[in-house]
């Protein structure tokens, strides 16, 4: 795994710099003199962009791409994507579910219930699920999700899993962090236990073999719901992430789709196994997963609670990209410890987007808190996109930044401020 410390990061803190203060072109020259590959041709970005989005983002290519192969002791900048409708339509992660509920690989649980399959599962969930559940495997054992017996276990798995309620309107999940963890993409995870990492990752081949071949619109059956069928990598985002890779950016993927699944798609825009961060589930001595995930920061392995999620994801790219240890992981880091460019799409991915040193790039979804920050805009670091794919039309009303935006750790709302801990003023929506 690729580690860069601060040493090596020192020419995209003055290069930033520059880019704040909006001279990107008079500094791409030097910044690519500074290397051995420099007077070189960076590459050529695509079309299909809104606005000036295009022309930004090849400044960042000029002004920070090297022009060379990769070498271990050279500077490196960092790009950060997202996964789910940042490089892709839809969602890997529920891809996955809906496949494994179809062909029947969820096993009932073997010990502690399905109260053992998530520390925030509430009594009322587990007692739906095991109503549902359990009478059709013995503990152990994969459900026949995929068959008309078993399509009312079907039915209860998807409904806390999709709307993190039972069938009954029952909460399914309390008592999280709503800054690092988010129960439900966690859950799903947890429900790959008893499995090892090479046949989630089958799993995961099947799915995505399905969902590509499938036309735009499809749907599928799952039990006895209509869910979503397709998936469609974005053109413009693997023509970005190919581009960064050729101008020498170390390019990553943090999701909040479980790590297996993940490293199955990135194989489909380049971007190896090593470079994904997703959800990952601690193992077995002979390596199958439970219900536990890895911990990141003051987070140990097997207390559940800091997932790729908001300030989760700080934590583990820093941990993982940047080599911080400890609970320094889970903190804001130097600029020449940060990603120059990163990507998102939901409010998932406001930290990692807000440690991005040049340049952000948000899809626009709708977000209250992530569209709030990217159109206030305040250090002019931030673009804003439509989605390639079925984009969203404009939003009527103003995003309710100044009082409902932000989620707190207890899930409560308030306002949304920036680091100065000024309030950022409603929103209107403008790229659609």
């Known amino acids: 795994m690729t580690r860069s410390g ?27 003199a500074a290397h051995p590959g420099g007077h070189c041709t960076t590459p050529t970005l695509g079309a299909g962009w809104y606005g000036d989005n295009q022309a930004r983002l090849q400044r960042l290519l000029d002004t920070y791409g090297t022009c ?6 050279r500077d490196k900048p960092v790009a950060v994507f997202d996964w789910d409708n940042t490089v892709v339509k839809n969602d890997v992660g529920d ?33 739906a699920l095991a109503d ?20 009312d276990c079907a039915d209860e798995v998807n409904a806390v899993y999709g709307t993190a309620t039972t069938r009954s309107g029952a909460a399914a999940f309390a008592g999280w962090d709503h800054r690092t963890t988010e129960p439900g993409y966690a859950w799903l995870s947890q429900l790959t236990r008893g499995w090892t990492a090479r046949e989630v990752r089958g799993f995961a081949a099947a799915a995505r073999t399905e969902n590509l071949a499938a036309p735009v619109g499809a749907t599928q059956r799952v039990g006895t719901t209509t869910a979503t069928g397709w998936v469609r990598y974005y053109d413009q ?43 990952r589930n601690t193992t077995t001595r002979d390596g199958r997963y439970t219900a536990h995930l890895q911990g990141c920061g003051s987070v140990k392995d097997g207390a559940d609670t800091m997932i790729t999620y908001i300030d989760g994801k700080r934590c583990w790219i820093n941990k993982e990209v940047f080599g911080v240890r400890g609970a320094a992981a889970e903190k804001i880091q130097p600029a020449a410890r940060r990603q120059t460019f990163a990507a998102g799409d939901s409010d998932t991915d406001i930290s990692f987007l807000r440690d991005a040193t040049a340049l952000r790039l948000v899809l626009n979804r709708n977000k209250n808190e992530l569209m709030c920050r990217a159109y206030d805009n305040s250090d002019g670091k931030w673009i804003v996109n439509p989605m390639f794919i079925e984009p969203k039309g404009r939003k009527t009303t103003p995003y309710p930044c100044a009082t409902t935006g932000h989620v707190e750790r207890d ?22």
């Not at 060379?68 to 002791?73: E, F, T, V």
Request: with cysteine.
């Open 411 to 432: 899930g409560t709302p308030g306002p949304v401020r920036r680091g100065d801990t000024s309030v950022i003023p409603d929103q209107q929506d403008t790229v659609y």
């Open 68 to 73: 060379a192969p990769y070498r271990p002791n």
């Open 237 to 279: 985002q693997k023509d970005l992430i190919g581009a960064l890779r050729k101008a020498g950016f170390d390019v990553w993927i943090s999701s909040a789709s479980p790590q297996p699944v993940v490293e199955v798609w990135a194989r489909g825009v380049g971007i190896a196994a090593d470079h994904v961060i997703g959800i």
């Open 95 to 127: 891809a996955t579910m809906f496949w494994l509920l179809r062909n029947g690989k969820i096993r009932r649980p073997a010990d502690g219930g399905w109260a053992g399959t998530s520390r925030h599962l509430t009594p009322a969930a587990g007692a």
């Open 132 to 151: 549902a559940c359990d009478r059709l495997a013995r503990p152990g054992a994969p459900l026949p999700t995929g068959t008309p017996a078993g399509a």
């Open 6 to 32: 601060p040493a090596r990061r020192l020419r995209a803190v003055a290069v930033a710099a520059a880019m704040a203060a909006g001279s990107l072109a008079a500094t791409a020259p030097a910044a690519r």
